[in-house]
């Protein structure tokens, strides 16, 4: 049986080996609980790359994800992923606020999905705490991205 250490160690390594979308290796963070679950993020698209639980005297993955960082850059299921500014379609990545008309990026045929062509899914999100316990990551969205409208701030507290 593998032990918690090597699993992570291996993880680690399959999603580091090969560069992310902005051309540098992700960072991957784990985290643990008095009861033995594990949890591991990285920093691209504040993904939620694994939820390890101890049952039945051995630990027990619960989550899908691509098993390594060149497959994670090929998909298209989001898995783990933030989205965003958005989550799900836009028709035609027209909308209208205020009788004042948008066109954002379309990346699904002629809609846009997920946050468009360069979503958060695909952002380095910024490491602003990090225990054995607790991880907290930032990410700030300009005035323009992807055609959105004004700057945003957004955070991510998981313990």
């Not at 160690?9 to 399959?14: I, K, R």
């Not at 999100?125 to 990551?137: C, G, K, M, P, Y």
Request: some cysteine; glycine content about 10%.
């Amino acid at each position: 049986m593998i032990s918690t250490n090597e699993r992570l160690s291996a993880m680690n390594d399959a999603m580091t080996e090969v560069a992310s979308f902005d051309g540098e290796p992700a960072k991957v963070l784990h985290l643990k609980n008095a009861s033995g679950m594990t949890a591991s993020f990285m920093d691209i698209g504040a993904t939620w790359l694994s939820c390890s639980l101890p049952l039945s005297g051995e630990q027990r993955e619960v989550l899908l994800r691509s098993p390594n960082m060149a497959e994670h850059t090929r998909q298209g299921a989001y898995f783990g992923s933030v989205v965003g500014r958005y989550a799900n379609r836009i028709d035609k990545g027209q909308f209208e606020i205020g009788g004042t008309s948008y066109q954002v990026t379309c990346n699904n045929g002629e809609n846009a999905l997920h946050g468009g062509v360069e979503g958060f899914d695909k952002r380095r999100w910024r490491i602003d705490s990090h225990t054995e316990s607790t991880l907290v990551l930032s990410l700030q969205s300009e005035d323009g991205d992807q055609a959105f409208r004004e700057q945003q701030a957004f955070e991510l507290s998981i313990s």
